[in-house]
C-alpha cells in the first residue's frame, strides 16, 4: 500500500512559480517511477512529468518542458514539481502518482497504480 498526499496548489499570476510536493508513505522503496498528471474541467487526465527512480532521470510532456522541473528526495520520500513561467492554461487539478511497473519514460495514467487526492493550481491571466 502506498499513500501520496499532494500540497502547494494556489492562485498565481501568470508568469509566476509555484512549487508542488508529494509525500508518499507505506512501500514506496520499490516503486520505479513517480509522475506528475493534472486535469482541467471537461478534459482527460494529462501527463505533465515523471521521474524514474532508477537511473534517477526525469521526462517532460512537451507542453511543459522548459517550465517544470520534477525532483525527487528518496530520502523523504518526496517528489516534487517547481512550475515556472505558469500560463493560464496551466489550470488544473494536479495529481501526483506511482507505479511498481517498469518501463520506459511511463506516461500513461493507466501505467500507474498509486494517486494522490489532487491539488489546484489555478493561473490567472
Known amino acids: 500500500q502506498v499513500q501520496l498526499v499532494e500540497s502547494g496548489g494556489g492562485l498565481v499570476q501568470a508568469g509566476g512559480s509555484l512549487r508542488l510536493s508529494c509525500a508518499a508513505s507505506g512501500r514506496t522503496f520499490s516503486m520505479s517511477a513517480m509522475g506528475w498528471f493534472r486535469q482541467a474541467p471537461g478534459k482527460e487526465r494529462e501527463f505533465v512529468a515523471g521521474h524514474r527512480r532508477s537511473p534517477g532521470s526525469a521526462y517532460y510532456s512537451d507542453s511543459v518542458k522548459g517550465r517544470f522541473t520534477v525532483s525527487r528526495d528518496n530520502a523523504e520520500n518526496t517528489v516534487y514539481l517547481q512550475m515556472n513561467s505558469l500560463e493560464p492554461e496551466d489550470t488544473a487539478v494536479y495529481y501526483c502518482?506511482?507505479?511498481?511497473?517498469?518501463?520506459?519514460?511511463?506516461?500513461?495514467?493507466?501505467?500507474?497504480?498509486?494517486w494522490g487526492q489532487g491539488t489546484q493550481v489555478t493561473v490567472s491571466s
Open positions: 502518482a506511482g507505479t511498481f511497473y517498469v518501463g520506459d519514460n511511463l506516461r500513461a495514467a493507466a501505467d500507474f497504480g498509486s
